[in-house]
């Protein structure tokens, strides 16, 4: 159930990416391509440091399944 849980965190966190992407793009649409690249950038660097938290909950969680009885 772990793998289906991460994949499933990854499909939705590229999802939302997305869409912020999007909203970015129609929201100013007279940025400047650099305006919108580092949009994007900025967005990902988010998005992985998202990943990794929710990385380590999902671990911490399954280690203290291991102590229940």
């Known amino acids: 159930m772990n793998r289906v849980v991460k994949l499933m965190l990854k499909k939705i966190n590229w999802v939302a990416w997305l869409v912020l992407v999007i909203i970015w793009n129609y929201g100013y649409p007279n940025a400047t391509p650099l305006q919108d690249v580092s949009v994007a950038v900025i967005l990902s660097i988010l998005f ?17 399944s291991k102590f229940k009885d």
Not at 48 to 64: D, E, F, T, Y
């Open 48 to 64: 992985i440091i998202i990943k990794k938290l929710q990385s380590r909950g999902l671990q911490n969680r399954s280690s203290r």
